[in-house]
């Protein structure tokens, strides 16, 4: 029986979803990766890992959840974005998340502060891309590059005009760049 080989993406939490399942699976069934603003291998700082969020960023984001969990989303939803976006896209995105559930949204930070992936970035031996935004405000670009360095025959795509939302600050390049890594 012929295995399908896929080109697995992920985006944020996503993106180190993809990155475990890489690791923990041998990439079974895939040929390539992409990684787009990746929360790997850790979001936050350690004490010997200097890059991402401070704990307290993250523990913010919970309380906020719990507290006021319309006000912590549109507060999410200013720094999402590098470039202008509108009122009503604003509003559309806040209600986006709105419809997750809270109690998923306080345990998807949870994760974030227990989450490391550091040998698992070595693993990885399939081609990866990795597009990330120089602007990032959610996962800083720096764990872009420490993606790049980690990972074997793995492509890093600075977005000088984008921040966490690449696929929509700069959605032709963003969709040049990944349809060019597919056929290729």
Sequence with gaps: MAIARRKP????TGGAIAIRYMARHNGYGA????LFAA?????????????????????KIIEGTY?????????????????????????WFLQLGLEAAGWSTAAIANTWLREELFHDLGTINVPT?????????VVPFQLGEVQRRGIKNSKL????????????DQRDLFNEELMNFIEE
């Design 67 to 91: 507290s006021d969990r319309p006000k912590m989303l549109r507060d999410f939803g200013d720094i999402f974005f590098f470039q202008y976006i509108t009122e009503p896209f604003s509003s």
């Design 9 to 12: 993406a992920g985006h944020s």
């Design 157 to 168: 795509i600075p977005f000088q005009y984008s921040g966490h939302g690449s696929f929509y």
């Design 31 to 34: 040929s390539k990766l992409a």
């Design 129 to 137: 891309l990795i597009i990330h935004g120089i602007h990032d405000k």
């Design 39 to 59: 929360a790997a291998p850790s979001l936050i700082k350690r004490p010997d890992f200097p890059y991402g969020l401070e704990p307290e960023a993250v523990l």
